[in-house]
């Protein structure tokens, strides 16, 4: 009997101190807990939209790489066939050059064998005449 009335002094002496720690608690739960939980809640919200809007803002910058790939890669492409038309029109231009080169060079040869050819029939005739001369000489002589 005496262990029961012990304890029951015990919870009774132990009862201030539960309504005081229960208190405390309450206390401690609506300056501390409440006000840090709503903080932390906050920051997580925040926290996400940050991260939303990091998200988007890389994949806008991924749009904005690829659009600048794309525009570069057509201009190097349009680059590219300015550049092969400026090479086929240089190739048609000296195929041109090449072929006047070609056709004057044939034409001087053609000058150049009508010449020759009025030589040799220069040089014949004044060999004919020669030939005549000096058969007649020789003749002179021989007589």
């Excluded at 794309?70 to 190097?76: D, I, T």
Aim: aromatic share 6%; net charge positive.
């Amino acid at each position: 009997m005496e262990i029961l009335k012990q304890l029951g002094d015990l919870f009774l002496a132990a009862t201030p101190t539960a309504v005081i720690v229960f208190l405390f608690y309450l206390f401690l739960r609506w300056s501390f807990f409440v006000p840090i939980e709503r903080v932390v809640q906050e920051r997580g919200r925040r926290i996400e939209g940050a991260r939303r809007q990091a998200e988007e803002l890389r994949k806008n910058a991924q749009e904005k790489r690829r659009a600048h790939q794309e525009a570069l890669r057509k201009a190097r492409a349009e680059l590219f066939r300015e550049q092969e038309t400026a090479r086929r029109a240089v190739l048609v231009e000296r195929g041109a050059s090449i072929q006047q080169a070609r056709q004057r060079a044939n034409e001087e040869i053609q000058e150049a064998k009508s010449r020759i050819r009025a030589e040799i029939e220069a040089a014949r005739t004044e060999l004919d005449s020669s030939c005549t001369q000096l058969a007649a000489e020789i003749a002179r002589a021989i007589l």
